[in-house]
Nanobody, 119 residues
Framework: VQLVESGGGSAQAGGSLRLSCTGS??????MGWFRQAPGKEREGAAR???????IYADSVKGRFTISRDNAKKTLYLQMDSLTPEDTAMYYC?????????????????WGQGTQVTVS
């Protein structure tokens, strides 16, 4: 299995969840978190690159934090101040070279997703 997400579940509005992602496709160059709500396109939420520079979608900026532990080959997404609009399937993605943003087609490897439901 190349990437596996965990940590999803249910939360109340205003609450927090922490997602994790690990697997053989983990990349120190570029990792991202994406999400897809029912009936909507997959959208990028956050991305981290080799020098730990991060970017966030405006919809999650200030509430979500992407981080990683290269020694453990694990990517994290700390989600705070959750709202019902954050309800979606969350995917981690990896790219083995530099040059990535929040565009899904830039990533070659994907996990199966973990569901986040906020009520």
């Amino acid at each position: 299995v190349q990437l596996v997400e965990s940590g999803g579940g249910s939360a109340q509005a205003g609450g927090s969840l922490r997602l994790s992602c690990t697997g053989s496709a983990y990349s120190s160059y570029c990792m991202g978190w994406f999400r897809q709500a029912p009936g909507k396109e997959r959208e990028g939420a956050a991305r981290i690159v080799v020098n730990d520079f991060t970017i966030y979608a405006d919809s999650v900026k200030g509430r979500f934090t992407i981080s990683r532990d290269n020694a453990k080959k694990t990517l994290y997404l700390q989600m705070d101040s959750l709202t019902p609009e954050d309800t979606a399937m969350y995917y981690c993605a990896a790219r083995s070279t530099i040059g990535c943003s929040l565009v899904a087609r830039e990533y070659a490897y994907w996990g199966q997703g973990t569901q986040v439901t906020v009520s």
